[in-house]
């Protein structure tokens, strides 16, 4: 009997370019109701605060996340996957890129909003020790929805 084999899904992450603007946006509405808008990236791209990071696999663009850093804070912005690579460990790499180098800036937390309904992110973001600390209402449109704000501290590390 042989034993398949799964091959690891090991992405390159990198700064976003300009010239992946494009491309992002249209990623951005085959994954979200509420996409962001060619200009939102553009617009983060032209913010030297906000970080765009790009995960790559043979040069294919498979997720991307952003965040910023604001008075010892971190806030995750955006964090997607290409559904066709989705529990392939991706948005783990992101989200842990991401984490270390907030600890670097020595912020003592870092939030995030996501839909309630999106129950395998929220599943993810507890295994990583976010928890919820309120919802902003009505803060989706499409379909309506609240966003739940969640936390991690990350002073307790």
Not at 51 to 58: C, H, K, R, T, Y
Not at 92 to 108: F, N, P, S, W
Request: hydrophobic share 40%; glycine share 4%.
């Amino acid at each position: 009997m042989s034993k398949e084999v799964s091959k690891e899904i090991n992405p390159v992450i990198r700064p976003m370019e300009r010239a992946d603007i494009n491309l992002l946006a249209s990623l951005e509405t085959s994954i979200f109701s509420d996409p962001w808008p060619a200009e939102a990236f553009a617009e983060g791209l032209d913010n030297s605060d906000h970080i765009f990071l790009i995960a790559e696999l043979d040069k294919r663009i498979v997720g991307y996340a952003s965040y910023y850093i604001e008075i010892g804070e971190g806030r995750i912005t955006n964090l997607a996957v290409i559904p066709k690579y989705r529990r392939k460990a991706i948005a783990k790499k992101l989200l842990d890129y991401i984490l270390g180098l907030v600890k670097k800036a020595k912020c003592k937390y870092i939030f995030l909003d996501v839909r309630p309904s999106n129950e395998a992110a929220i599943a993810l973001y507890c295994k990583y020790k976010f928890y919820e600390v309120y919802r902003r209402p009505k803060y989706y449109q499409n379909p309506a929805e609240d966003a739940m704000v969640m936390v991690r501290n990350l002073d307790d590390e």
